[in-house]
């Protein structure tokens, strides 16, 4: 679910007492990837993937949210890492692999610390964030918040229990860290008619502002947030 930041404005907020202070929408940089990726094509992947010479732009993007009770993360973006850093990816095919999938434009300033310092936050201002799902676009910043609760699908969250996640660019690596507090979360029957159609739902702060739904598909664990405020 795409959220402007014209649908939740401070002043608002500010006006009515709303849960929802604020949202922004924070950027990693971008990338590049070859069209038949994004858009699908009956052309075997591997053909594509060392033939094609069609490259569209790839937004790396994650969300900012000033909760009345703290600050929030939806996703924590790239880490520039992968793009200096050779041996980011340990596995050999997945470091030959990747510049043939991807073409990164990312640097030090796009570090989640340093773009939440542009923001006029610390990392330690950071009390959760929430991953949609473990690809490495998606966590490459949770080192850098180590005080923070990691709120991910249980489902999604199963995929490292089994062989070689990093076949689906989940690596294992810069998930499994030191100091990090991973909590996954199972979602709940609800008879909220908004959730209708979802196996359930997970209220983040337990006030309804932030309600976190399944959403299979583009991994297996994949969620995202609604985010609602009165009126």
């Not at 929030?72 to 095919?93: E, H, V, W």
């Not at 949770?142 to 005080?147: C, D, G, L, R």
């Amino acid at each position: 679910m795409v959220i402007t930041e014209e649908m939740i404005t401070p002043k608002k907020a500010t006006e009515t007492g709303q849960a929802i202070r604020s949202l922004h929408v924070l950027s990693s940089g971008w990338a590049e990837q070859h069209r038949e990726h994004r858009y699908g094509s009956w052309l075997p992947k591997l053909w594509w993937i060392f033939m094609s010479r069609r490259w569209v732009k790839l937004p790396i993007n994650y969300f900012l949210i000033d909760h009345r009770e703290g600050s929030l993360l939806f996703d924590t973006g790239l880490d520039p890492a992968i793009a200096a850093d050779k041996g980011y990816i340990s596995s050999q095919i997945g470091q030959f692999l990747l510049r043939w999938i991807f073409r990164f434009h990312i640097t030090e300033k796009d570090r989640l610390d340093r773009v939440l310092a542009t923001n006029g936050l610390s990392v330690s201002d950071i009390r959760t964030a929430v991953i949609s799902h473990l690809h490495f676009d998606h966590v490459g910043g949770i080192a850098h918040i180590p005080q923070a609760t990691l709120i991910v699908g249980a489902r999604e969250w199963a995929q490292l229990s089994k062989p070689h996640p990093e076949h689906e660019w989940i690596l294992r690596d810069h998930i499994e860290i030191p100091r990090a507090k991973w909590q996954p979360i199972t979602f709940e029957s609800t008879d909220d008619p908004l959730s209708d159609g979802f196996e359930g739902i997970f209220d983040v702060a337990g006030d309804s502002s932030m309600i976190l739904l399944p959403t299979p598909g583009h991994t297996p664990g994949s969620l995202s947030m609604l985010i609602r405020n009165k009126g």
